[in-house]
């Protein structure tokens, strides 16, 4: 008698013999640290595929889980994302809002020196300023590092 495996859920293992549909994944994309761009491009096309199936038995999903986290830490490596700086982070504010350097420092009360310092990384802002632009962009003030 044959039973369907229950979806893999909560990072649980699935247990049990491992499906045919699983020996196959390995066969076709085996699990292994990503270290090239090659590997991890075939990785997101296998994660793909995947996604775009109706139904992936409980081996099938914990592959997937796997495979999915291998990716996102290759990822993590290949493409690091470092934080933008105060002064890149105000220049894109005030590029979608449509104004100057010189309009936003006269609405914040902010020296304009002050902000072309930023920008310039020669000065970071302090609290006070950035509770202002935080008020005055309507942004969450974590949105500049402190």
Not at 41 to 52: G, H, S
Not at 98 to 114: L, V
Request: hydrophobic residues 40%.
């Amino acid at each position: 008698m044959t039973t369907k495996a229950k979806p893999a859920t909560g990072g649980k293992s699935p247990g049990g013999t491992p499906s045919v549909a699983y020996w196959s994944l390995l066969e076709r994309f085996p699990l292994r640290p990503l270290g090239t761009a090659k590997e991890l491009a075939m990785a997101i096309q296998v994660i793909d595929d995947l996604i775009d199936r109706h139904h992936l038995d409980a081996w099938e999903q914990a592959y997937l889980d796997v495979l999915s986290n291998l990716v996102s830490t290759a990822e993590e490596q290949q493409y690091p994302i470092t934080a933008a700086s105060d002064g890149d982070t105000f220049r894109v504010l005030c590029e979608e809002k449509g104004i100057t350097q010189r309009d936003a420092a006269a609405a914040m009360g902010i020296a304009n020196s002050t902000l072309s310092s930023v920008i310039h990384g020669k000065r970071r802002f302090t609290r006070g300023h950035i509770r202002q632009m935080s008020e005055y962009f309507k942004v969450p003030a974590g949105t500049f590092a402190e």
